[in-house]
């Protein structure tokens, strides 16, 4: 599901092997909040201010992670 949610921030964009989202896609940080209210959204979560860390963000491990966390 990431990576439809990616889908609308950057179309035509593979994620899946990605090892450095952020910075293969130059997201900003109004890309990642972006991102983040589609997955809070999504998720039915709230996302803790401590992951709010483009680290979190790097791969759909971590992205998973933090989405985890939160859950």
């Not at 890309?31 to 963000?57: P, Q, S």
């Amino acid at each position: 599901m990431i990576e439809e949610i990616f889908e609308k921030i950057r179309p035509g964009a593979d994620i899946k092997n990605s090892n450095d989202i952020v910075s293969e896609y130059s997201l900003d940080s109004f890309d990642i909040a972006g991102l983040i209210a589609e997955i809070e959204e999504h998720y039915n979560i709230n996302i803790a201010m401590e992951d709010i860390d483009m680290e979190n963000f790097r791969t759909l491990k971590t992205i998973n992670d933090m989405i985890e966390r939160n859950k």
